[in-house]
T-cell receptor, first 115, second 112 residues
Framework: SAVISQKPSRDICQRGTSLTIQCQVDSQVTMMFWYRQQPGQSLTLIATANQGSEATYESGFVIDKFPISRPNLTFSTLTVSNMSPEDSSIYLC????????????FGDGTRLSIL | GESVGLHLPTLSVQEGDNSIINCAYSNSASDYFIWYKQESGKGPQFIIDIRSNMDKRQGQRVTVLLNKTVKHLSLQIAATQPGDSAVYFCAEGDGSNYKLTFGKGTLLTVNP
């Protein structure tokens, strides 16, 4: 499966600031996704990152708060804007190859704490 | 909306025993199901998946069973080892999109 690298692996930020998380894959992938995992909780899909076009956001997530870029088939960024303590979570990138038969694979996530 | 849930939030087993982790789903349109293992400090790791045209699928030491009648999914781990200790998530998806809906997770603890 593809090797997925996320940067940074963790960060502590001040409220009101923004942080951009990078997701790099070692091979071209069809689909890339961003998830949030709040402490002790399950994963919630934020958006699907679409190459060359605007991301598709899930209910409860908006572009102004979580702008996403995907300039090519191996790279995506998620920005968490105007952060508050409620944004303290693990943010995970996942990828999926080609056909429906291929499972999603995840990076190790970015652990974000907001003071 | 519809969601995936788990019967047991925690499961403790002895090393060498078999483990069974259960998951209930409510979206009848779901036709793809997947199990992940998440160790502390890491992202979810793919274990095994199954499509709705099957009721059983086996991997290395793991078996997934799907009962569409009662909308139930289970993961069986044979000869559980300490390295199997982790949180296990089930997730569902449907054929029209590639999005996954995750269940709450079960913490499996293997006692030596």
């Amino acid at each position: 499966s593809a090797v997925i690298s996320q940067k940074p692996s963790r960060d502590i930020c001040q409220r009101g600031t923004s942080l951009t998380i990078q997701c790099q894959v070692d091979s071209q992938v069809t689909m890339m996704f961003w998830y949030r995992q709040q402490p002790g909780q399950s994963l919630t899909l934020i958006a699907t990152a679409n190459q060359g076009s605007e991301a598709t956001y899930e209910s409860g997530f908006v572009i102004d708060k979580f702008p996403i870029s995907r300039p090519n088939l191996t790279f995506s960024t998620l920005t968490v804007s105007n952060m508050s303590p409620e944004d303290s979570s693990i943010y995970l990138c996942s990828v999926r190859q080609g056909t429906l038969d291929q499972p999603q694979h995840f990076g190790d996530g970015t652990r974000l704490s907001i003071l | 909306g519809e969601s995936v849930g788990l019967h047991l939030p925690t499961l403790s087993v002895q090393e060498g025993d078999n483990s069974i982790i259960n998951c209930a789903y409510s979206n009848s349109a779901s036709d793809y199901f997947i199990w992940y293992k998440q160790e502390s400090g890491k992202g979810p790791q793919f274990i095994i998946d199954i499509r709705s045209n099957m009721d059983k699928r086996q991997g290395q030491r793991v078996t997934v069973l799907l009962n569409k009648t009662v909308k139930h999914l289970s993961l069986q781990i044979a000869a559980t080892q300490p390295g199997d200790s982790a949180v296990y998530f089930c997730a569902e998806g449907d054929g029209s999109n590639y999005k996954l809906t995750f269940g709450k997770g079960t913490l499996l603890t293997v006692n030596p």
